[in-house]
C-alpha cells in the first residue's frame, strides 16, 4: 500500500491502541435487508468517502449486513486507515467476500470485517508500505503500518501475527511463511490458517452460509460525484488534464487576449486541482502557487511584454506548483527521492508533448482548410489565387445622385447605373447630387456636387 505522509502516523498508532478493545463476538444479523458494497480499483479518498456513506446508509436503514465484494491491488495507506476505522466502528455486521484479490491495502480494508470469505483462486496479502515508486516506506510507516494490520485482525479474533507477516517479509512463522518472504495467502491457505472464515463459490453463496439467502439486497453505488472525483484523480487523466492546462496557457499566450486556448486551460486547472484537493492529493497553498504563477505570467505578457524577471518567476511558479501536486507525499515528511524523480518524470513528459503538440500545430494547422476560415491570412497574392477587381475608369468624373446615406459608405445612382461608392470627408445625406472624384478597384469614391 502506498502511503503519501507521515501525517498518517498517528492515527495509525492510536487506532493500533484501541482496536483489541473490539469484542470477539459472533455478529448478530437484524431483520433488515443486506447492503452490497463494492470495493475496487484504487483506494483512495473517494473511496473512503462512499465506504463511509454506504455504511452510514445501512446503519440508518437498521440493515442486517453489510457485504463487501473485494477486488483490489490496494493504495493510499491513510485512506484504507479512514475505511478500517468506519468499518470497526459500524453499527451493523460487516462481511467480507474477497473476489479474486485483497492485495495491500484491500487485505487490510478486509481484516476490518467481522467475517472474511474467499472465492476460489482468491489472494491476500503483501501488504507492505511503500511510495508511489514502489519503494519501501521509512521505519516508522512500516512500524505504524504492521500495528494498524495487527491490532486490527486481533479485533475480529484473527491471529495478527500472521496479519503483521503480509507487512514485514522479517517475520517467519513456522508453517507459514519463512524469513525474507513477503505473505501472501490463497484462496485454501487463507480459510486453513484461520484469516478466512470459508472458502465460498459467489458472494451469494456467503450470504446463503449466514443464513441471509432470502433477505433484501440493496445494491449500494457510488454517487456520480464521487465517480467523476475516482476517475478525474487517476493517474493518466492528471497527465491529460495537465497537458491541456499547458497546451492552453501556451497558446492563449500565443495569441494575448482571452479566447479558447484560454478557457481550455481554464478548464485543464480546475478539473486537475479540484479533484486532487477534494481527494487530499493537493494543499491550498499548492493551488495559491499555481495562481502565482498564472498570474506573473499574465503580467509579462500584458503589462511589461517581453520576457523579463515576472515570465521566468511565472514558469518556476506554475511548473513548481504542478510538481508538487504531482508528488504524492508532500506533508511533515520530505518526499523519496524517488517519488521526486517520478514526479519529475511526469511532468517532463508532459512537456515533451506539449512541445511536439506546439511544433505539430503550429506546422499544420494553419495549412487546413476550415482553420485559414477562422484567421486572416498574412499574404494575398496572385500565386494563391488572389486578385484585385479592376478599375473602372469609365466611372470617374460621372455625376448622380446617392440612393441611401453616405455614412461614408452607401449605394448611388451614376449614369442609371447602381454602384456601391464611399464619401469622402464627410457624411451625405441619401438624394445629394454627388461626382465620382476616384476609382480604384472596387472602391468608388464620391463627393458632394457644389451647389451653383
Same mark, same amino acid.
Given at each position: 500500500?502506498?502511503?503519501?505522509?507521515?501525517?498518517?502516523?498517528?492515527?495509525?498508532?492510536?487506532?493500533?491502541?484501541?482496536?483489541?478493545?473490539?469484542?470477539?463476538?459472533?455478529?448478530?444479523?437484524?431483520?433488515?435487508?443486506?447492503?452490497?458494497?463494492?470495493?475496487?480499483?484504487?483506494?483512495?479518498?473517494?473511496?473512503?468517502?462512499?465506504?463511509?456513506?454506504? %455504511?452510514? !446508509? @445501512? =446503519?440508518?436503514? #437498521?440493515?442486517? &449486513?453489510? +457485504?463487501?465484494?473485494?477486488?483490489?491491488? /490496494?493504495?493510499?495507506?491513510?485512506?484504507?486507515?479512514?475505511?478500517?476505522?468506519?468499518?470497526?466502528?459500524?453499527?451493523?455486521?460487516?462481511?467480507?467476500?474477497?473476489?479474486?484479490?485483497?492485495?495491500?491495502?484491500?487485505?487490510?480494508?478486509?481484516?476490518?470485517?467481522?467475517?472474511?470469505?474467499?472465492?476460489?483462486?482468491?489472494?491476500?496479502?503483501?501488504?507492505?508500505?511503500?511510495?508511489?515508486?514502489?519503494?519501501?516506506?521509512?521505519?516508522?510507516?512500516?512500524?505504524?503500518?504492521?500495528?494498524?494490520?495487527?491490532?486490527?485482525?486481533?479485533?475480529?479474533?484473527?491471529?495478527?501475527?500472521?496479519?503483521?507477516?503480509?507487512?514485514?517479509?522479517?517475520?517467519?512463522?513456522?508453517?507459514?511463511?519463512?524469513?525474507?518472504?513477503?505473505?501472501?495467502?490463497?484462496?485454501?491457505?487463507?480459510?486453513?490458517?484461520? %484469516?478466512? !472464515? @470459508? =472458502?465460498?463459490? #459467489?458472494?451469494? &453463496?456467503? +450470504?446463503?452460509?449466514?443464513?441471509?439467502? /432470502?433477505?433484501?439486497?440493496?445494491?449500494?453505488?457510488?454517487?456520480?460525484?464521487?465517480?467523476?472525483?475516482?476517475?478525474?484523480?487517476?493517474?493518466?487523466?492528471?497527465?491529460?488534464?495537465?497537458?491541456?492546462?499547458?497546451?492552453?496557457?501556451?497558446?492563449?499566450?500565443?495569441?494575448?487576449?482571452?479566447?479558447?486556448?484560454?478557457?481550455?486551460?481554464?478548464?485543464?486547472?480546475?478539473?486537475?486541482?479540484?479533484?486532487?484537493?477534494?481527494?487530499?492529493?493537493?494543499?491550498?497553498?499548492?493551488?495559491?502557487?499555481?495562481?502565482?504563477?498564472?498570474?506573473?505570467?499574465?503580467?509579462?505578457?500584458?503589462?511589461?511584454?517581453?520576457?523579463?524577471?515576472?515570465?521566468?518567476?511565472?514558469?518556476?511558479?506554475?511548473?513548481?506548483?504542478?510538481?508538487?501536486?504531482?508528488?504524492?507525499?508532500?506533508?511533515?515528511?520530505?518526499?523519496? !527521492?524517488? =517519488?521526486?524523480?517520478?514526479?519529475?518524470?511526469? +511532468?517532463?513528459?508532459?512537456?515533451?508533448?506539449?512541445?511536439?503538440?506546439?511544433?505539430?500545430?503550429?506546422?499544420?494547422?494553419?495549412?487546413?482548410?476550415?482553420?485559414?476560415?477562422?484567421?486572416?491570412?498574412?499574404?494575398?497574392?496572385?500565386?494563391?489565387?488572389?486578385?484585385?477587381?479592376?478599375?473602372?475608369?469609365?466611372?470617374?468624373?460621372?455625376?448622380?445622385?446617392?440612393?441611401?446615406?453616405?455614412?461614408?459608405?452607401?449605394?448611388?445612382?451614376?449614369?442609371?447605373?447602381?454602384?456601391?461608392?464611399?464619401?469622402?470627408?464627410?457624411?451625405?445625406?441619401?438624394?445629394?447630387?454627388?461626382?465620382?472624384?476616384?476609382?480604384?478597384?472596387?472602391?468608388?469614391?464620391?463627393?458632394?456636387?457644389?451647389?451653383?
Amino acid at each position: 500500500m502506498r502511503f503519501r505522509s507521515a501525517s498518517v502516523l498517528l492515527a495509525l498508532v492510536l487506532l493500533a491502541a484501541v482496536g483489541s478493545a473490539r469484542a470477539q463476538a459472533a455478529p448478530e444479523f437484524g431483520d433488515g435487508p443486506v447492503y452490497r458494497v463494492t470495493i475496487d480499483g484504487m483506494i483512495d479518498a473517494a473511496l473512503a468517502n462512499y465506504i463511509d456513506r454506504a %455504511v452510514s !446508509d @445501512a =446503519e440508518a436503514d #437498521s440493515a442486517a &449486513a453489510v +457485504l463487501l465484494t473485494v477486488d483490489t491491488f /490496494g493504495g493510499l495507506i491513510d485512506a484504507a486507515d479512514q475505511i478500517v476505522k468506519r468499518l470497526l466502528r459500524a453499527e451493523v455486521p460487516v462481511v467480507a467476500v474477497i473476489d479474486k484479490n485483497a492485495i495491500s491495502a484491500g487485505a487490510l480494508i478486509s481484516y476490518a470485517a467481522d467475517r472474511i470469505y474467499v472465492t476460489p483462486g482468491a489472494s491476500m496479502g503483501a501488504a507492505t508500505a511503500v511510495n508511489a515508486t514502489g519503494e519501501y516506506a521509512p521505519e516508522k510507516i512500516q512500524s505504524a503500518t504492521r500495528a494498524l494490520i495487527r491490532s486490527t485482525a486481533e479485533a475480529n479474533g484473527r491471529d495478527g501475527r500472521i496479519a503483521e507477516a503480509m507487512v514485514d517479509e522479517r517475520i517467519e512463522i513456522e508453517g507459514v511463511v519463512g524469513e525474507g518472504e513477503l505473505l501472501t495467502l490463497s484462496a485454501s491457505e487463507a480459510v486453513e490458517f484461520g %484469516v478466512a !472464515d @470459508a =472458502e465460498v463459490a #459467489s458472494p451469494d &453463496a456467503a +450470504l446463503a452460509s449466514l443464513g441471509l439467502a /432470502g433477505r433484501e439486497n440493496v445494491a449500494h453505488e457510488a454517487s456520480g460525484a464521487e465517480k467523476v472525483l475516482r476517475f478525474l484523480g487517476s493517474p493518466v487523466m492528471a497527465s491529460l488534464l495537465m497537458l491541456m492546462m499547458l497546451g492552453g496557457l501556451y497558446f492563449e499566450l500565443q495569441t494575448p487576449g482571452v479566447g479558447f486556448a484560454g478557457a481550455m486551460a481554464l478548464v485543464g486547472a480546475g478539473l486537475f486541482f479540484a479533484p486532487h484537493y477534494l481527494l487530499g492529493l493537493a494543499q491550498s497553498w499548492e493551488i495559491a502557487l499555481f495562481a502565482v504563477g498564472i498570474i506573473l505570467l499574465a503580467v509579462e505578457v500584458f503589462v511589461t511584454p517581453g520576457f523579463g524577471v515576472f515570465g521566468i518567476a511565472g514558469v518556476v511558479a506554475t511548473l513548481g506548483a504542478l510538481l508538487i501536486a504531482l508528488v504524492p507525499n508532500i506533508g511533515f515528511q520530505f518526499p523519496s !527521492d524517488g =517519488e521526486i524523480a517520478q514526479a519529475t518524470t511526469t +511532468l517532463a513528459a508532459t512537456l515533451v508533448l506539449l512541445v511536439v503538440l506546439a511544433v505539430s500545430l503550429g506546422r499544420y494547422l494553419p495549412r487546413s482548410e476550415r482553420f485559414s476560415r477562422l484567421i486572416l491570412a498574412d499574404e494575398l497574392s496572385a500565386v494563391t489565387g488572389h486578385t484585385s477587381s479592376d478599375t473602372d475608369e469609365t466611372l470617374l468624373g460621372l455625376r448622380g445622385r446617392a440612393i441611401t446615406s453616405l455614412r461614408p459608405s452607401g449605394t448611388a445612382d451614376l449614369n442609371g447605373r447602381r454602384v456601391d461608392v464611399v464619401a469622402t470627408g464627410q457624411f451625405v445625406d441619401a438624394g445629394t447630387e454627388v461626382e465620382v472624384v476616384s476609382v480604384r478597384g472596387s472602391v468608388v469614391e464620391v463627393r458632394p456636387v457644389p451647389a451653383a
